[in-house]
């Protein structure tokens, strides 16, 4: 396994509707890997393919259980992810990408959603999440679109000393 290089913004990968994954051979298997050490080492939740330079609809996310968090992380690798339901119920949580380093910003999300896919093997899998974990969702799944938390954000700031807070566009 290999660490990878994480892009930041300018990059225009970050802002490309990634392709849908139709292999899920060696090559594909090789990424996965990668982007599980690349997200373990960053630290960090979830990354999206476009994020290590890599125009494919595949996403990583390592997240505990919101309600027993001395229980370990779950590990999910989802190809070709889409949201098929989506609470209505919606909540503003402060968000990080580590495309965007040095910034915060306060994102509405659904609370809860279910998403569908396939896991690395190309087998149809579902996935329920409410919390953070949909909210993970949401925003990896947002990168396979070109979608950034910025543009989605209320508030932006700063998270290295300064407090004068940034707005979407600025």
């Not at 392709?19 to 899920?24: A, H, L, N």
């Not at 997200?39 to 979830?46: F, K, L």
């Not at 989802?78 to 968000?95: K, L, Q, W």
Request: proline fraction near 5%; include cysteine.
């Amino acid at each position: 396994m290999a660490l990878l290089d994480i892009m930041t913004v300018p990059e225009s990968v970050l802002r490309q509707k990634a392709r849908k994954v139709t292999d899920f051979g060696p090559e594909l298997q090789a990424l996965i890997d990668n982007m599980v050490e690349t997200m373990r080492e960053a630290p960090g939740v979830g990354l999206a393919a476009p994020q290590v330079d890599t125009s494919l609809r595949v996403i990583v996310v390592e997240y505990g259980d919101d309600e027993n968090e001395d229980a370990p992380a779950k590990l999910y690798t989802v190809a070709n992810p889409e949201i098929v339901r989506a609470s209505s119920e919606t909540e503003v949580g402060v968000e990080g990408c580590l495309s965007i380093p040095g910034y915060l910003g306060e994102v509405e999300r659904h609370q809860a959603v279910t998403v569908k896919g396939q896991n690395r093997r190309g087998q149809p899998m579902r996935i329920k999440a409410q919390g953070w974990l949909a909210r993970i969702f949401q925003h990896e799944i947002d990168h396979l679109n070109g979608v950034l938390y910025t543009d989605r954000a209320e508030k932006i700031w700063k998270t290295e000393g300064e407090t004068r807070q940034v707005m979407p566009g600025e």
